[in-house]
């Protein structure tokens, strides 16, 4: 079971289900206006923000705009540079991740029209700002926020599966999953855990494996599942286990076939599947919400489990500033 909050970690989990009922009532007009005058919109992010980058262009998909998620180093280091019509959403919590700032910095220097998903009083006079500063290294509510957010701007560009409406739906999925959660008994693996999912759930378990790695210290994978199935699964052993995501989203069935194949390796496996209780289900990209929140309650269990604390996450020679400060540009745009 969950422990009763004694973690910064888990008082921000639970705090998830009221900042969607709150980011269901922003106002996107002006940014939605922004993203439909362009021809392309690419999505930055970095580590967790890259998973909502990933998610909120399959989002904007939808809305019928050509949407592309792009690492915010690639763009600023790797790329081939802006197409004329190019529109940017760069996505960063702190408004200090290195390479989202370069982005930033080099959209408003080349005038290219932009959007930005921050936390509140980052500093960034145009941004959507979604939470408070997270309480946890191991970040959750900011993420979930970023979602929401993504969805609306969707919505008013033209997806229904992004409504108001529909966010307060997540909302209350979100907290039914605690009920689940707390049931939940899926074992710590004595090596490694692997989580795999079709589609949007193949990002969620990128997501979920960041957070059990940062929350618990212990090797986590995320895979999507055909990916998982060519050559990916070929170290894991009984001594792993592997967490299947909505194996019945699959049309194809690979992701229950997997899940099949690795009990017949002896590999301990645990399905995970979105609440029911309403009997409607959320549209499958809304559907990550409750489910990265089921996987964000996982990481706090193992690290209680495992005597690590998940507020905690960088340490040592990892936390020396000046490696986070690599890729920042000389004089930030304001």
Partial sequence: MASTGSTALLRMILRQADALERVAE??????????????????????????????????LEQAGLD????????????????????????????AETAYAVRARAAARQAGIPFVSITG????????????????????????????GVLALLAHRLGWAGGSPAELLRAADQVR???????????????????????????????????????????????????????????PYTAADGLLVLEPDADVDGLTAALGAAAQREGIPTTTFQAPRQDGVPLHP????????????????????????????????????TSLWQIGLPSEPAA
């Fill in 26 to 59: 922003f106002d996107l007009s002006g940014q939605a206006a922004t993203l439909a005058q362009a021809r392309r919109v690419l999505v930055l992010g970095t580590g967790t923000s890259q998973h909502a980058a990933e998610l909120g262009s399959m989002m």
């Fill in 67 to 94: 949407a592309r998620p792009v690492s915010a180093v690639q763009w600023s280091r790797w790329g081939t540079g802006p197409r004329p019509g190019d529109a940017l959403v760069v996505i960063t919590h702190t």
């Fill in 120 to 147: 509140q009083g980052r500093g960034w006079p145009e941004a959507v700002e979604t939470v408070a500063p997270e309480e946890s290294e191991t970040y959750t509510v900011s993420y979930t926020a970023t979602l």
């Fill in 176 to 234: 039914a999953v605690r009920t689940a959660a707390e049931a939940d008994r899926t074992p710590v693996p004595a090596r490694s855990l692997a989580i795999i999912g079709c589609g949007p759930w193949g990002v969620t378990a990128r997501e979920g494996a960041l957070k059990i790695r940062e929350a618990a210290r212990m090797l986590c994978e995320g895979f999507d599942s055909d990916r998982f199935l060519h050559g990916s699964a070929v």
């Fill in 285 to 320: 990209l809304l559907a990550q919400i409750p489910m990265t929140v089921r996987l964000q309650l996982l990481a706090e269990r193992y690290a209680q489990l495992r005597g690590q604390d998940p507020d905690l996450a960088i340490t040592g020679a990892w936390a020396q």
